[in-house]
């Protein structure tokens, strides 16, 4: 059961409206979910969420790529190779995002 029993409204500017709408939208929130990450101090972690998702996504759609390669030809060309490499620099720029989010 939510615990939320306080109503709040704020006036925020056209350019806060845009951000806001982006932010949910990337994220898959409403608006008071996004309000209460930024109030309960869990903001920093929204944009690495979104990078690490949009990261995360690509891998899985070129995994399904080269599964799919490799049941048609029952091989592994060139292609599939160079796919390959691409989840790695994909999975690379994660860890260097996740260790630059603990340098801060």
Do not use: C
């Amino acid at each position: 059961m939510r615990n939320h029993n306080k109503k709040k409204h704020l006036w925020v500017s056209e350019e806060q409206d845009r951000k806001l709408t982006k932010l949910k939208n990337e994220l898959g929130l409403n608006a008071s979910d996004v309000f209460r990450m930024a109030i309960d101090k869990d903001y920093p972690y929204i944009n690495l969420y979104y990078v690490i998702s949009a990261e995360l996504k690509k891998q899985g759609t070129n995994l399904n790529q080269i599964a799919k390669r490799a049941n048609t030809n029952r091989k592994i060309d060139k292609q599939v190779l160079k796919e390959i490499q691409e989840i790695k620099t994909n999975q690379q720029a994660i860890l260097k995002t996740l260790r630059s989010g603990y340098d801060n």
